[in-house]
Structure formats: C-alpha cells, structure tokens
C-alpha cells in the first residue's frame, strides 16, 4: 500500500488523479489532498476519501472548511496557506506526491517534495521553469524520484531506454519530438485572432483541461513550456527539441535514435493513461482508459508549427536558449497575462506582445535561490501587469 499525497484535487488534473487512485483501492491510500478556495467541492471529497489532512491554499475557505468537516463528523485535519500546503506535500506516509497546482503557486509544495525525496508525479509544469536548476538538484539532492505526467513528457519518458533516470549519455537519442494539437486557432484567419474570447480560446479540439493551460495551449505558450520542461526533465537544450504540429493529438510525443529509430507513443487524449503511468511505474496498471483500436485511427498528419501565428513558441525557444532567469520571467508574464485576458482585460494578440516586453524589461541572470526565484518572479509580475495595462489601453 502506498500513500498519496494529492496537490491540486480540485481541478482537472487532481479529477482524473483520483479516478484512477479510486480504482486500485488496495494499492494506493490518500493521505492528503490540496485546493486553492472550492470549499466545496474539498469538504465531498473529504467526506468520501476521509484524507488525514486537507489543505486550502486561501485562509478563510481553509476556516469553512473546517467547520463544514467537523458538522459532517469527518476527522480529516485541515491547514491553511502556503505552510499548509508545505505540509501536505510532506506529510509523513505519503511515497508519492502528485504536482496538480496550476502556476507558480505550486512551487513551494512541490519544491519541499523534492527536497522530502518523494517520488514527485509533475504536471505542475509551471514550478520545474520558473526554477530549473534550482527543482532539479532538489530531486537529486532529496533522492526524490521526477516522474512527468504531462502528456508529452510522459511519452517520451516511455519511449526512452529504461536506464534513462541514470542520463541520456550513450543511450543514442538524437532529438525528442513533443506534439501539439495548434489548440482551438490553429486554422483561424489571423486577422479575427483580436476579436477572440476566453470560452473560445479555452475550447481545446481534443483536451478538457483547466483554463489557465487551455488558454496556452490556444497561444501554444503551452508548448513553449513544455520545450523547457522537457530541457530539464531530460538533459537535453532546446536545440534538440523540436514542436511537430499533429492535429488528432493520438502521437503524444516521440523520441529519435541516431539508427533512424522514431519511436513514439500512441494513446487517447485522456489524461489518465500518463497519471497511471507515472503512479505505477515500471508496473502497468489499469486506467480507466478504453484501449486505442488502430483500425479505427484514420489519418495521422504531422507539420511544422507556424511562428507567426504562435509568437510565444518562438519566445518561449529565445528564453529556452538564454537559459539564466529568462525562464522565470517568461513563466510570469505569460501567468499575469492569461489572466488578464481570462478577465477580459486584454485581447488574445496581446499575450504574446506583453510577455515580449517583460522579457526586455526583466534581468535575466539566473536566480541561484528559492528567495532569488521568487523576487525574480514578483519583479517580473510588476512589469507584466504595466505591459498589459499598456497593451489594453490600446485596444480599447
Ligand atoms: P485546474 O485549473 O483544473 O486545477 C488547478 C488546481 O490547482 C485546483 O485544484 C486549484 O484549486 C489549485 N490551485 C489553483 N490556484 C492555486 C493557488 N494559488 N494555490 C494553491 N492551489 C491552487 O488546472 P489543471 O488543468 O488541472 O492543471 C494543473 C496543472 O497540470 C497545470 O500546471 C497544467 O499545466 C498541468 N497539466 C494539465 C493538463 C490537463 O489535461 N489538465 C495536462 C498537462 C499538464
Ligand atoms: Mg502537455
């Protein structure tokens, strides 16, 4: 029996997490779980799991929570704030800890993961750019063991020789592929790309996820992220990770060999597959997922990513590349401005420009600790919120 702890329970990620867990009830025991203010829908997840402890980021829904849990007799402890969710990631009993927080937010919890050496389930992609190097030697240093349950990656990580975790040295992989669906624009006349609203951009073709990686995936900032995820999560620089536009979504990623080799993975696009994956790794447990029927595939097409209607995949490469504290910067903006344009206050085109200006403005040497990281990311928040208070004003 292994204990979970699950960050981010509420959303979409944490939804099918507890899918899959909820099937293998003699294998997995939830320990903890975490959200952001949905009081609600934590205090039924509570009374059904019965988790010795939940934690909500926002104090004053961790309080109405606890008094929801104590008038249905439910015993789960409940804590508040960033220190509790530090300590829901690190409550004793839990080998696994499942990253499902969107953002920045996430990064201290799972930070303290690492540093717990746990083996850390990332889809929490948002933490390892904002903090590189600084994440990465907490796994090695933690003897925390990084599985990747973003789709791509997770991919990849299957199609990589099973000594990967010791390094990509000798092993004979030439460039890793990471597809991207193009999102919901990928065909729309550039020129209405200023009139688009945030239910359209969050209509993802093939994927049901949470509004802040839908609207990158429209901006395909997404992919941009997951460029220098996969940089980290594999040794490797950008330069031998390439973006293949691939519309079905059935190819989820796929790395190249030096003998020709292509070897991809192939699947539904349902999250569940890479959780259960991940959880169970190197065994193979059922998913919830029916199986794919390769008759039934029909046509499978590749192409070259357009930049100039996906600017931020160019931008994302340009801080990929600079490396230092470009990453952080660029995870910022890109978070100060999906918001603003989720609000309604800035047009879709001007995500892109925002998130170029605040690279020009924001230093770019590298943060070397978590309180460097942080100032870095405030910093560039201040500038972010100016570049789009900017942009608006011209839009409108
Ligand atoms: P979501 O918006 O559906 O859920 C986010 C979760 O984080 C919720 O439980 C919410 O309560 C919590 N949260 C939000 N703000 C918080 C804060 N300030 N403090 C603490 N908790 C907070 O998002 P999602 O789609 O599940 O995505 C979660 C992460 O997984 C993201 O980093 C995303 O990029 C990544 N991811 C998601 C998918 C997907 O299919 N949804 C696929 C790959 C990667
Ligand atoms: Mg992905």
């Not at 997490?17 to 997995?28: K, M, N, S």
Request: glycine content about 8%; some cysteine.
């Amino acid at each position: 029996m292994k204990g979970v702890a699950l960050l981010g329970a509420t959303g979409s990620i944490g939804t099918s997490t507890l899918d899959v867990l909820e099937r293998h009830p003699e294998r997995y025991q939830i320990e903890a779980l975490t959200a952001n203010r949905d009081v609600a829908s934590m205090a039924a997840l509570c009374i059904r799991l019965r988790p010795r402890v939940a934690a909500m980021a926002d104090a004053s829904a961790a309080a109405e929570l606890a008094r929801e849990l104590v008038a249905a007799q439910c015993p789960t402890e409940v804590l508040a704030g960033v220190d509790g969710l530090v300590a829901a990631a690190t409550i004793d009993g839990a080998e696994i800890v499942v990253a499902a927080i969107v953002g920045a937010a996430g990064l201290l919890p799972t930070l303290a993961a690492a540093r717990a050496g746990r083996r850390i389930l990332l889809a929490n992609k948002e933490a390892l750019v904002m903090s590189g190097r600084l994440f990465m030697d907490a796994v090695a240093t933690g003897g925390a063991e990084l599985l990747p349950v973003d789709s791509e990656h997770n991919a990849i990580f299957q199609c990589l020789p099973a000594g990967f975790p010791r390094g990509l040295d000798g092993s004979g992989v030439r460039q890793l592929l990471l597809t991207a669906s193009g999102g919901p624009f990928r065909d729309t006349p550039l020129e209405t790309l200023a009139t688009v609203t945030p239910d359209q951009a969050c209509a993802h073709p093939n994927w049901v996820m949470g509004r802040k990686i839908s609207v990158d995936s429209a901006t395909m900032m997404n992919k941009g992220l997951e460029v220098i995820e996969a940089c980290w999560l594999f040794g490797l620089p950008a330069e031998r990770i390439e973006v293949v536009i691939h519309p079905q979504s059935t190819v989820h990623s796929m790395v190249q060999y030096a003998d020709g080799s292509l070897l991809a993975e192939l699947g539904r696009p349902d999250m569940r597959t890479a959780i259960a994956h991940a959880l169970a790794w190197p065994e193979r447990i059922e998913a919830g997922v029916a199986p794919l029927d390769a008759r039934s595939l029909g046509r499978l097409e590749f192409a070259e990513p357009s930049l100039e209607r996906f600017p931020c995949l160019e931008l994302a490469y340009r801080a990929a590349r600079a490396g230092g504290g470009m990453p952080t910067v660029l995870n910022a903006a890109n978070e100060v401005a999906v918001a603003a344009f989720l609000d309604g206050r800035l047009p879709f085109p001007a995500i892109a420009a925002s998130i170029e200006e605040t690279l020009a403005r924001c230093p770019s040497n590298e943060a070397g600790d978590i309180d460097a990281i942080l100032a870095l990311d405030a910093e560039a928040r201040r500038h972010a919120e100016e570049a789009c208070a900017r942009l608006a004003g011209h839009a409108a």
